[in-house]
Protein backbone atom coordinates (compact mmCIF):
# COMPACT_ATOMS: atom_id res chain seq x y z
CA UNK A 1 0.00 0.00 0.00
CA UNK A 2 1.30 3.37 -0.97
CA UNK A 3 1.57 6.21 1.65
CA UNK A 4 2.17 9.97 1.65
CA UNK A 5 4.74 11.40 4.19
CA UNK A 6 3.55 14.41 5.47
CA UNK A 7 4.85 17.37 7.75
CA UNK A 8 3.22 20.59 8.66
CA UNK A 9 5.36 23.04 9.52
CA UNK A 10 4.34 26.85 11.07
CA UNK A 11 6.54 29.59 11.13
CA UNK A 12 7.46 28.91 15.17
CA UNK A 13 7.68 24.93 15.16
CA UNK A 14 6.74 21.94 13.65
CA UNK A 15 2.78 21.29 13.97
CA UNK A 16 2.42 17.29 12.97
CA UNK A 17 4.05 14.69 10.82
CA UNK A 18 3.50 10.46 10.24
CA UNK A 19 2.28 9.05 7.17
CA UNK A 20 -1.01 9.56 5.30
CA UNK A 21 -3.53 7.64 3.69
CA UNK A 22 -4.48 11.30 2.11
CA UNK A 23 -4.20 15.33 3.16
CA UNK A 24 -7.09 18.35 2.10
CA UNK A 25 -6.00 21.80 2.05
CA UNK A 26 -7.61 24.83 1.06
CA UNK A 27 -5.68 26.76 -2.10
CA UNK A 28 -7.12 30.13 -3.93
CA UNK A 29 -8.72 28.00 -6.01
CA UNK A 30 -10.99 25.92 -3.38
CA UNK A 31 -9.70 22.75 -1.73
CA UNK A 32 -7.47 20.04 -2.94
CA UNK A 33 -7.46 16.16 -1.73
CA UNK A 34 -4.04 15.12 -2.20
CA UNK A 35 -3.40 10.89 -2.27
CA UNK A 36 -0.36 8.61 -2.91
CA UNK A 37 0.33 9.00 -6.82
CA UNK A 38 -0.64 12.65 -6.94
CA UNK A 39 1.29 14.49 -10.10
CA UNK A 40 3.38 17.16 -8.45
CA UNK A 41 1.83 20.30 -6.92
CA UNK A 42 3.19 23.64 -5.35
CA UNK A 43 -0.03 25.73 -4.54
CA UNK A 44 -0.67 28.76 -1.77
CA UNK A 45 -2.48 28.24 0.96
CA UNK A 46 -5.31 30.40 2.43
CA UNK A 47 -6.71 30.30 5.68
CA UNK A 48 -8.80 27.51 6.37
CA UNK A 49 -8.31 23.64 7.56
CA UNK A 50 -6.15 21.00 6.58
CA UNK A 51 -7.29 17.15 7.43
CA UNK A 52 -5.25 14.35 7.35
CA UNK A 53 -6.11 10.94 7.31
CA UNK A 54 -3.34 9.53 9.31
CA UNK A 55 -2.20 5.61 7.69
CA UNK A 56 -2.80 4.72 11.96
CA UNK A 57 -4.78 6.81 14.57
CA UNK A 58 -7.73 9.02 13.69
CA UNK A 59 -8.24 12.15 11.67
CA UNK A 60 -5.82 14.73 12.05
CA UNK A 61 -7.39 18.37 11.69
CA UNK A 62 -5.18 21.43 11.76
CA UNK A 63 -6.20 25.53 11.30
CA UNK A 64 -3.50 26.82 8.70
CA UNK A 65 -2.97 30.41 8.42
CA UNK A 66 -1.59 30.93 5.01
CA UNK A 67 1.39 29.41 3.51
CA UNK A 68 2.53 27.05 1.20
CA UNK A 69 1.75 23.54 0.24
CA UNK A 70 3.92 21.60 -2.19
CA UNK A 71 3.95 17.77 -3.13
CA UNK A 72 6.21 15.82 -5.04
CA UNK A 73 7.22 11.89 -5.12
CA UNK A 74 4.55 11.28 -1.96
CA UNK A 75 5.98 13.88 0.16
CA UNK A 76 3.67 16.40 0.82
CA UNK A 77 4.69 19.23 3.17
CA UNK A 78 2.29 22.23 4.53
CA UNK A 79 4.43 25.55 5.44
CA UNK A 80 2.30 27.60 7.28
CA UNK A 81 2.30 31.04 8.65
CA UNK A 82 0.63 30.11 11.67
CA UNK A 83 -0.93 26.26 12.13
CA UNK A 84 -2.31 24.69 15.55
CA UNK A 85 -3.75 21.24 16.15
CA UNK A 86 -7.49 21.70 16.54
CA UNK A 87 -7.47 19.76 19.93
CA UNK A 88 -4.66 22.61 21.32
CA UNK A 89 -7.64 25.45 19.90
CA UNK A 90 -9.72 26.77 23.45
CA UNK A 91 -12.95 27.18 21.55
CA UNK A 92 -14.43 29.55 23.99
CA UNK A 93 -11.39 31.71 23.57
CA UNK A 94 -11.47 31.60 19.72
CA UNK A 95 -15.39 32.49 19.85
CA UNK A 96 -14.61 35.39 21.75
CA UNK A 97 -11.88 36.70 19.67
CA UNK A 98 -14.46 35.93 16.56
CA UNK A 99 -17.40 38.11 18.62
CA UNK A 100 -14.72 41.25 19.32
CA UNK A 101 -13.62 41.36 15.75
CA UNK A 102 -17.43 41.61 13.99
CA UNK A 103 -18.15 44.14 16.92
CA UNK A 104 -15.24 46.45 15.89
CA UNK A 105 -17.64 47.66 13.38
CA UNK A 106 -14.98 48.77 10.81
CA UNK A 107 -14.24 46.54 8.32
CA UNK A 108 -10.31 47.56 8.24
CA UNK A 109 -7.75 44.54 6.66
CA UNK A 110 -6.99 43.49 10.50
CA UNK A 111 -10.24 43.65 11.64
CA UNK A 112 -10.99 41.23 8.28
CA UNK A 113 -7.77 39.04 8.77
CA UNK A 114 -9.00 38.31 12.38
CA UNK A 115 -12.13 37.54 11.54
CA UNK A 116 -10.93 34.85 8.76
CA UNK A 117 -8.71 33.61 11.43
CA UNK A 118 -11.42 33.72 14.58
CA UNK A 119 -13.28 31.92 11.95
CA UNK A 120 -10.68 28.93 11.00
CA UNK A 121 -9.83 28.52 14.36
CA UNK A 122 -14.00 27.93 15.14
CA UNK A 123 -14.20 25.66 12.33
CA UNK A 124 -11.23 23.74 12.85
CA UNK A 125 -12.38 22.66 16.63
CA UNK A 126 -15.92 21.75 15.39
CA UNK A 127 -14.77 19.96 12.29
CA UNK A 128 -13.18 18.20 15.17
CA UNK A 129 -16.03 18.13 17.50
CA UNK A 130 -17.85 16.62 14.89
CA UNK A 131 -15.92 13.72 14.06
CA UNK A 132 -15.85 12.39 17.77
CA UNK A 133 -12.75 13.06 18.30
CA UNK A 134 -12.12 15.19 21.29
Request: proline letters at 4%; glycine letters at 8%.
Amino acid sequence: MSELHVSVVAVDRNVWSGAAKSIVAKTPEGEIGILPGHEPVLSLLVNGVVRIEPVEGPKVVIAVHGGFVAFDSNECRVLAEVAELAGDIDVSRAEAALARAKAAGEETPEIVAAIHRAETRVKAAASLSAAGMH
